[in-house]
């Protein structure tokens, strides 16, 4: 097995995901890119995990967090969402690259290892069964799959589900946003989430409304906590991004 792997990798190299620069291993970005990233590394709200200038001290909130206290208990992030961290997001959620999805999924392990650890389930933001079926695949489950199993934690890809076919976000505001994912969820396996910490991944945050839908839906039916985890966050959510 060892050796079809080598004679994979010498009939098909390895390029950056972003440059497409000959890299050593599979699934990575080289040096340069790398510098480019724009990492959301503590000192960060310990809600909505967005970042401060300087460093507070652990565990302290934003003043959004304070005058606006969302549904989840924790947020983290790997990246902003900018021009950069977005090929990534693109090249996977609609290029069908799964080595991107890799790449993503091990800078989320990073940024949320705290929450992974503390975690009894992991679980993706479900989609819709027919976006699904257009899709093929989703790709917040790819990445809670590959995170529970590095972190060794029960993957639950069933216990919420998508009631609603609901318009596309991209170019809503966050109140409209928020109508559109209005009872849009609902738990299909309370056993799964009951009495339970939820880790639920998705792979952009912007204003939060799906991420608010599904941890509402997640604490009716009894989740203890519910903390987010996502690749990338928008800082300036009202403006149209993805």
Not at 18 to 33: D, F, G, L
């Amino acid at each position: 097995m060892a050796g079809w792997r080598g004679l994979v990798a010498a009939l098909t190299p390895a390029h950056c995901l972003a440059c497409a620069e000959p890299v050593e291993e599979s699934a990575c970005v080289c040096a340069s890119c790398w510098q480019k990233l724009k990492f959301l590394d503590e000192p960060v709200c310990n809600v909505l995990g967005t970042p401060f200038a300087y460093d507070p001290g652990e565990g302290v909130l934003s003043p959004q967090a304070l005058s606006h206290p969302p549904a989840w208990d924790r947020a983290r992030a790997a990246l902003v969402f900018d021009d950069v961290s977005k090929e990534f997001v693109h090249a996977f959620k609609y290029g069908d690259r799964a080595e991107a999805g890799l790449f993503m999924a091990r800078l989320m392990a990073r940024a949320g290892r705290r929450l992974v650890a503390e975690a009894d389930v992991i679980l993706p933001v479900p989609l819709h069964w027919t976006r699904l079926w257009k899709r093929r695949f989703n790709q917040a489950a790819f990445l809670a799959q590959h995170i529970a199993k590095a972190g060794g934690k029960a993957f639950e890809p069933q216990a919420l589900k998508r009631l609603r076919a609901t318009p596309q976000q991209v170019g809503l505001d966050a109140e409209a946003r928020r109508k559109n994912m209005r009872k849009a969820f609902a738990v299909a396996r309370p056993d799964a989430v009951a009495g339970k910490a939820v880790l639920l991944v998705d792979d952009v945050r912007t204003t939060g409304a799906t991420i608010t839908a599904c941890a509402d839906a997640l604490k009716s039916a009894g989740a203890v906590r519910v903390d987010v985890l996502t690749f990338a966050l928008v800082n300036e959510p009202f403006r149209p991004h993805i």
